[in-house]
């Protein structure tokens, strides 16, 4: 008896197995009443159709039945942060340094965020960056647990003391380390006022360095000056640029430099958990005041910024503690405050940033072989960007990970 029960039960198996595997064969559809192909694209009634990890096929939705029916759903590219910190995390306490914590403690917190962000859509981020990336990056792309594709900078240059060989060395360690991206800091931090640091030189040397080892990089860079020698020596992009004026925004634009600025999460978010951060390093009274009075100015500066059409402004939130899963906060931020274009903004946040991130062919559009990182949101974003906020459906590399989709 027990013996045939068990043959009974591995032969249920073997059914199930065979059929799932069978069922793998077929391509994946997914019907939507609005696809945005993450160029600026617009398709009423598609569906697109998945096979393995990428898109095979997207044509007219009419006659078609779906795996997936989302008649009253916005499909588009899964969104892309080109700038979080994936490991920043607040500690027991609740405060936003971690003493006495373990690295696997710290290592669960990192895998927190990144399953946070996966919910929230964002199926690539960049992370700019930390030594602890490496692994979680590693075991995200093994499939060990679930969250963005994930890129990283491992360690940044701050050392404004280096010799420019000791520059160049710094850049070589960190793409040794695995770095996918480098991040070098031109400025101080907004909290000191956010003037020059590295010198041009300096600048030079770590971007000409990356650019022979075949790496992007990411200038941290308030002061226009600093803004000013990082187009200048060739460096990818420029983030934050709180202080910019038109010159560098037409310098930039001439180089070619991708400008991330940031305006509706980063210091929002520092606000508005200030007793979580209050009185760690430059987290004090006066790092708040400058804070508080960036906010209307990054928003003056970014008003300035989307003035210039061939400006090519990407996306990064540079999420810290508190900010991990609300990345789309910073899209919503940028048209409902700032009047930056509805699709404008959601193509930064999908093809324009995978092609900052030299990710152009794999990710941020749909498009026939490109991976299928998909998602579905509640509404129409290029009507309501707050649409970007109410993920219902998310799939990267084939594989969902979210379907809350049922009764929208
Ligand atoms: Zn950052």
Redesign the pocket.
Known sequence: MRTRLSVAALAAVSLITMASLAAAQQPITIRAGIVLDGKGGVQRNAVIAVDGTRIVKIGDGTAETATYDFPRLTVMPGMIDA?V?IGAHFGKDGRAVTPGETPAEAALYGAANAYAMLMAGFTTVQS?GAASDVPLRDAISHGLIPGPRLLTAVTPLTDTSLTLDQVRAHIRKAVADGADVIKIFASKSIRDGGGQTLSDEQINAACGEAKALGRRVWV?AHAASAVRAAALAGCTTV?HGSQITDAEADLMAKRGTYFEPQTGLLLQNYIENKPRYMGIGNYNEAGFKFMEDGIPLNDAMFKMAIKHKDLKINMGT?AVAGSHGRNANEVVHRVKVDGQGAMDAIVAVTSLNAEAMGLGGLVGTLAPGMEADLIAVDGDPTTDITALQRVVFVMKGGKVYRNVAAGR
Do not use: M, S, V
Request: charged share 15%.
């Open positions: 700038h910190h700019i941290h983030t540079d």
